[in-house]
């Protein structure tokens, strides 16, 4: 399995502010991205995912932006807000292979 | 909606015990997996089960683990001799086309 490399290790937004993460693949037979969002004790929770034929994929707050030619993606938070305080993981996969997770990013919205 | 269960939610066992840890993936899927995060760590890939066998397993999966699926539902991951390096959350997935569903987690320390 080839990484997926995740940055901030850690990030800090006002309550309003946009959250930001990026990631980056190696693997280049990577075709599907999916975003997960984790709370404390729980299981990963599926956010929203992207494949590669696009660039941009939008639900609600939450919007992934792909750039195929550098291998990269990002999520991003509109309006953050308290309740979106979690770690995010992204990840990456090809047809049936498993998903390789990014180290995770712990997000905290601060009033 | 359809949820991936894990039994127990929290085992403690001696070092040199056996564990298993039980899963019900989604009904419909076809393809689980096992995977393991040590606390504040990345998520981190054990093995995939498709069509009543191991299709890929990674290098943290060695001789001591082992999986089944006995019958129609569940799905296990049998630690045979337990080491205090296994202390962690093992997460179940199920997924059917794309997307992976992952169960809450059974948090294992050996003591």
């Known amino acids: 399995q080839q990484q997926v490399k995740q940055s901030p290790q850690s990030l800090i937004v006002q309550k309003g502010g946009i959250s930001i993460i990026n990631c980056a693949y190696e693997?280049?037979?990577?075709?599907?991205f999916p975003w997960y969002q984790q709370f404390p004790g729980k299981g990963p929770a599926l956010l929203i995912a992207?494949?590669?034929?696009?660039s941009e994929k939008k639900e609600g707050r939450f919007t992934i932006s792909f750039n195929k030619s550098a291998k990269q993606f990002s999520l991003h938070i509109m309006d953050s807000q308290p309740g979106d305080s979690a770690t995010y993981f992204c990840?990456?996969?090809?047809?049936?292979?498993?998903?390789?997770f990014g180290k995770g990013t712990r997000l905290s919205v601060i009033a | 909606e359809p949820e991936v269960t894990q039994t127990p939610s929290h085992q403690v066992t001696q070092m040199g015990q056996e564990v298993i840890l039980r899963c019900v993936p989604i009904s419909n899927h076809l393809y689980f997996y096992w995977y393991r995060q040590i606390l504040g760590q990345k998520v981190e890939f054990l093995v995939s089960f498709y069509n009543n066998e191991i299709s890929e397993k990674s290098e943290i999966f060695d001789d001591q683990f082992s999986v089944e699926r006995p019958d129609g539902s569940n799905f296990t991951l049998k630690i045979r001799s337990t080491k205090l390096e296994d202390s962690a959350m093992y997460f179940c997935?199920?997924?059917?086309?794309?997307?992976?569903?992952f169960g809450q987690g059974t948090r294992l320390t050996v003591v």
């Open positions: 693997n280049t037979a990577f075709d599907y």
């Open positions: 992207i494949r590669p034929d696009v």
């Open positions: 997935a199920s997924r059917g086309h794309l997307e992976a569903f």
């Open positions: 990840a990456g996969n090809s047809g049936n292979t498993p998903l390789v």
